[in-house]
């Protein structure tokens, strides 16, 4: 069974600096997808980013992009000139590509700080 | 576009009773996937339905059971309520890429 872990329950950056947000999985699947979830206090889960594992390129929107290293089954965020804003929960998700297979397997989460 | 849609915002219960959430999904999205998420922790996957069917389901009793309705929308049933389903109840429907409700916050008493 495919297990996603954060490990770190919470992170702090201050306003305009970089922070990497870490999450390792678990799969003995060659295909599949990554994603990260951003779930502010408001609670609404917003796609922040994706990643097909078939491609070697790391995904990129904006001031957020991954570094996924595939062999080490890593998928780290990198957050670039944080805004109080990106103040939230993050969460890690895997989701198989296999037919039949539907369910998002999600880590624990990190809460992540920005100071001003 | 109202997006993912969840009713009602917050529940309070008793310990045996039931109860039925509610969930419209993002206009033409036909998938609808129901996660249960506890205080500090990942959503965990409960089920999903497509075309009114349940077409997978994860590691939860038959206590929770669902519907899928010939307009997408689905609603969520809890028999016999235990404390431990105290947990926001997060909605989420899909073409492709999964669209989060806001969830619906079930305190169980």
């Known amino acids: 069974a495919q297990t996603v872990t954060q490990s770190q329950p919470e992170m702090s950056v201050q306003e305009a600096e970089t922070v990497t947000l870490s999450c390792t999985y678990d799969?003995?699947?060659?295909?599949?997808?990554l994603f990260w979830y951003k779930q502010p206090p408001s609670r609404q889960m917003i796609l922040v980013i994706r990643?097909?594992?078939?491609?070697?390129q790391n995904a990129t929107e904006n001031r957020f992009s991954v570094n996924f290293q595939k062999a080490a089954k890593s998928f780290s965020l990198k957050i670039s000139d944080s805004q109080l804003g990106d103040a939230a929960m993050y969460f890690c998700?895997?989701?198989?590509?296999?037919?039949?297979?539907?369910?998002?397997?999600f880590g624990t989460g990190t809460r992540l700080k920005v100071l001003a | 576009d109202a997006g993912v849609t969840q009713s009602p915002t917050h529940l309070i219960k008793t310990r045996g009773q039931q109860v039925t959430l509610r969930c419209s999904p993002k206009?033409?999205?036909?998938?609808v996937s129901w996660y249960q998420q506890a205080l500090g922790q990942g959503p965990q996957f409960i089920f999903q339905?497509?075309?009114?069917?349940?077409?997978q389901r994860g590691n939860f009793p038959d206590r929770f059971s669902g519907h899928q309705f010939p307009n997408y929308s689905s609603e969520l049933n809890v028999n016999a309520l235990l404390l431990g389903d105290s947990a926001l109840y997060l909605c989420?429907?899909?073409?492709?890429?999964?669209?989060f409700g806001p969830g619906t916050r079930l305190t169980v008493l």
């Open positions: 990643q097909e594992a078939y491609k070697q």
């Open positions: 799969t003995s699947e060659s295909d599949y997808y």
């Open positions: 989420a429907s899909s073409l492709d890429e999964q669209f």
């Open positions: 998700a895997y989701r198989s590509t296999y037919s039949g297979t539907y369910k998002y397997i």
């Open positions: 339905y497509y075309e009114e069917e349940e077409r």
């Open positions: 206009s033409g999205h036909d998938t």
